[in-house]
């Protein structure tokens, strides 16, 4: 192993990107490192599908996080744009952190990841990490990192963390750090993610449409926003408020029941949730306005998929 290298007190900036199996804590740790909701978490698998960036903005260096979304086997059209997006992001980036959870073995999806990453992007630096730590005792934790230390071999960097307690973050970060190259910062500091509010606010329906729905409909749901309005026919004692449509797209009927509930009750809560993030976001009272319409097999669609920015 190299070591982390001294900094030497000059700034440095780089991009990074978390990868591993689905659920092994990738969004939350990004989330956690910028501390603030940024990217997207559910206990759903598969649900981060744009690449959201989280910044970390410290004395001595700034970290771009590229979220990515799950390598898919490519069985229908947006499964190959989704690996396109991920081949792109290997090979943009500093640092590509695996991460693989301390409760669970790992197995031959992560083996499979870990080859992927060596062949897309060869000469990038690759950091294991292994999250979760707070579910298992010590003493597997050290099994744990023993394993993913053989799996990624001797050039290669490996830390536990756990993103829900705070635990080792700060190890994490300043590894991260000493990884990436000095230079200046990428981004104004105060700017936690240069993706457009819309594509934020869409991500935040779909997070609270997908929470305790089935597992196929993740790669069923996809939200457009429509129109966002600045509401100017208030009064001048009542906070400014903003006016935001969106469509649920569903790709068969009884998706959209799932979606809407009995008598639209699971839809209203579906809007209360994500008005209270997206409210938050924008730092303005907002009306949210949420359709859900079917587009049949929208997955195989070209026309379909550039409308819904893939
Ligand atoms: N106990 C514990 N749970 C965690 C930790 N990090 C993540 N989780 C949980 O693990 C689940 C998956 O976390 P995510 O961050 O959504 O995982 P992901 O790898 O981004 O998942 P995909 O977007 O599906 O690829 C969620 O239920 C998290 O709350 C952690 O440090 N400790």
Request: proline share 7%; glycine share 8%; aromatic share 4%.
């Amino acid at each position: 192993m190299t070591g982390p290298q001294p900094t030497s007190g000059e700034f440095r900036s780089g991009f990074i990107c978390f990868v591993g199996r689905p659920n092994t804590g990738k969004s939350t740790l990004t989330n956690a490192l910028v501390g603030e909701k940024i990217a997207i978490t559910s206990n759903r698998p598969q649900t981060t599908r744009h690449t959201i960036r989280g910044i970390v903005n410290r004395d001595d260096a700034q970290l771009v996080l590229v979220d990515t979304p799950g390598l898919h086997r490519p069985r229908t059209l947006l499964g190959q744009r989704l690996n396109d997006l991920v081949r792109d992001t290997y090979s943009e980036v500093d640092v590509i952190g695996v991460c693989i959870p301390a409760d669970e073995p790992i197995g031959p999806g992560d083996r499979w990841i870990v080859k992927q990453v060596r062949e897309m992007a060869p000469r990038t630096t690759v950091l294991g990490v292994v999250t979760k730590i707070d579910r298992v005792t010590p003493d597997k934790v050290g099994e744990q990192l023993i394993a993913l230390a053989e799996l990624l071999g001797p050039d290669s960097e490996v830390v536990p963390v756990s993103a829900k307690s705070g635990k080792q973050l700060d190890v994490l970060s300043d590894l991260l750090v000493s990884l990436v190259e000095p230079g200046p910062a990428f981004y104004p500091d105060g700017e936690l993610t240069d993706e457009p509010e819309q594509v934020l606010m869409a991500e935040f329906i779909r997070e609270a449409a997908l929470e305790g729905v089935r597992d196929e409909l993740p790669h069923s749901l996809a939200v457009v926003i429509e129109e966002v309005i600045d509401r100017e026919d208030r009064r001048d004692d009542q906070p400014p408020m903003v006016d935001v449509h969106a469509i649920l797209y569903v790709e068969r009927d009884s998706q959209k029941g799932i979606i809407i509930g009995k008598k639209g009750a699971r839809l209203k809560e579906v809007g209360t949730v994500a008005r209270t993030q997206i409210e938050k976001l924008l730092g303005t009272k907002v009306y949210l306005d949420l359709h859900v319409k079917v587009a049949k097999d929208w997955q195989r669609d070209p026309k379909q998929l550039r409308r819904m920015g893939f």
